[in-house]
C-alpha cells in the first residue's frame, strides 16, 4: 500500500503567517502526530527572505522575512512560490535509497519531485549541484535543508514562478538600505522564470498541482489535505514568527566584522570580542547546514580566546556527527578567514 502524506497549499499568506504555518506542521511532524508534509505557498507581498543564519539588518521591518532552511537571501513574494517538505527526520522519505546518505544527497534525491513535475509541464531542469536549479543553464529555482534538534528537517525550494531572482537587489535596498547583508546578485541574463520558459502564464494552483504530481510519482505516495487549527496559527504568527525572523540580528556589542567568500556567497562573523576572547559570536551568510550545530559551534567560539589558530579544528568537531552538515563553506576555511580579516565596526 501506498504510503500517505499531507499537504497544504496557501495561495497568499503573510509572511508571518507563513512562518508560523511551518512552525506548526513541523512540530506535529516531529511528533508523529501528522506524516510528512509538503507545504506549496506564495506570499502576499514583496519581501527579500533571509536565509537561516543570516543576521537581520535594522529597520527591514515588514519587507523581511526568514526560511526555515539555511542558504542565500532570496526574493519573495507573488510571483514566487515556496515549497517546504517537513520531515520527522531527512532520510525520512528514503526508505528504499542506501542507508547513510549524506545531507547532499538527500537534497538530490529529495529534489527529484520538482523535476518530475516541471518536466510533466514539458520543462528540462537541470540540477548543477549545490543549491541551484536551471533552466537552459539560468537559475530557476533555488533549494536547502534544515535540520532541528529534534532530528525533524525542512527541505526547501524557492521557485521563480512568474518573476525572477535579479529582483533581489531592489528588494534588499528597501530592506536593507546601509548594505549590510551580502547577497551574490544574479544578472537578467543569468536568471529565467517558469513562465517565460513554458511561453505563458502559470499560475499558483497550476504550480502546486505540478509539485503535488511530482512528488507523489518520486515518492510513490499518495496526498491528502491537512486542516491546521486556525488560532493556533494566528497566535504563533503574533508571538513566535516576528522573534524567528530578527532573532538573529545586529546590534551595537557584535562591534568585529569580518567577511570572506564560500561555494554559495558570503559568509560575515560577528563578535563582541570582549576580555581577549570572541565573545557573543554569529556566523550569518550564504550556507546550509543543521542549525544545532551552527549555534553549539558558535556558543564554543564565544568562549574561545581571540586567535583563528584553533577555529578550524573546532569547525570539525562541531561538524563530526553523523547527523551535521556544513554545505557551501567547505571544511569551514572560510570562516577563519572571515575572523583573521575581522575589524572593529
Known amino acids: 500500500m501506498e504510503p500517505v502524506l499531507h499537504y497544504r497549499c496557501d495561495a497568499a499568506a503573510a509572511p508571518a503567517r507563513c512562518i508560523a504555518t511551518q512552525l ?8 508523529g502526530a501528522r506524516p510528512p508534509t509538503l507545504y506549496i505557498y ?18 527591514g521591518g515588514d519587507r523581511l522575512t526568514r526560511r526555515l532552511a539555511g542558504g542565500r537571501v532570496l526574493p519573495a513574494g507573488p510571483g514566487y512560490v515556496g515549497v517546504a517538505l517537513l520531515m520527522p527526520r531527512r532520510d525520512a522519505l528514503l526508505a528504499r535509497e542506501a542507508p547513510g546518505l549524506s545531507a547532499a544527497q538527500v537534497m538530490n534525491r529529495l529534489l527529484r519531485g520538482f523535476l518530475s513535475g516541471l518536466r510533466t509541464a514539458g520543462l528540462e531542469p537541470i540540477y548543477p549541484g549545490r543549491d541551484i536549479v536551471t533552466l537552459g543553464k539560468r537559475e530557476v529555482a533555488a533549494l536547502s535543508l534544515e535540520t532541528d534538534h529534534r532530528g525533524a528537517a525542512v527541505f526547501e525550494l524557492v521557485v521563480a514562478v512568474e518573476r525572477r531572482f535579479d529582483e533581489l537587489a531592489a528588494r534588499l535596498e528597501l530592506a536593507d538600505p546601509e548594505g549590510g547583508v551580502l547577497a551574490p546578485l544574479s544578472t537578467p541574463d543569468s536568471v529565467i522564470s517558469l513562465a517565460e520558459a513554458a511561453g505563458r502564464p502559470l499560475g499558483f494552483d497550476e ?3 505540478l509539485l503535488l504530481r511530482g512528488y507523489s510519482d518520486a515518492l510513490g505516495c499518495r496526498f491528502e489535505p491537512c486542516e491546521l487549527d486556525a488560532a493556533e496559527i494566528d497566535r504563533r504568527s503574533a508571538a513566535d514568527a516576528p522573534d524567528f525572523v530578527v532573532e538573529r540580528r545586529l546590534e551595537r556589542d557584535l562591534r568585529y566584522k569580518g567577511t570572506a567568500w564560500g561555494q554559495l556567497g558570503a559568509v560575515e562573523v560577528y563578535f563582541t570580542g570582549t576580555d581577549d576572547r ?3 559570536t554569529l556566523i550569518s551568510g550564504d550556507y546550509i ?3 544545532p550545530a551552527v549555534f553549539a559551534l558558535e556558543e564554543k567560539l564565544a568562549e574561545m580566546r581571540r586567535d583563528s589558530s584553533g577555529v578550524g579544528a573546532e569547525i570539525r568537531r562541531a561538524f563530526a556527527g553523523a547527523d551535521d552538515y556544513l554545505l557551501g563553506l567547505g571544511d569551514g576555511a572560510p570562516v577563519v578567514e572571515a575572523i ?5 565596526g
Open 42 to 59: 506564495s506570499l502576499d507581498r514583496d519581501v527579500a527572505a533571509l536565509g537561516r543564519f543570516h543576521v537581520a539588518p535594522e529597520g
Open 289 to 291: 547546514a543543521n542549525s
Open 24 to 31: 506548526a506542521l513541523l512540530d506535529a511532524v516531529a511528533s
Open 278 to 280: 570572541f565573545g557573543r
Open 207 to 209: 504550480v502546486a498541482a
Open 340 to 344: 583573521e580579516r575581522a575589524v572593529i
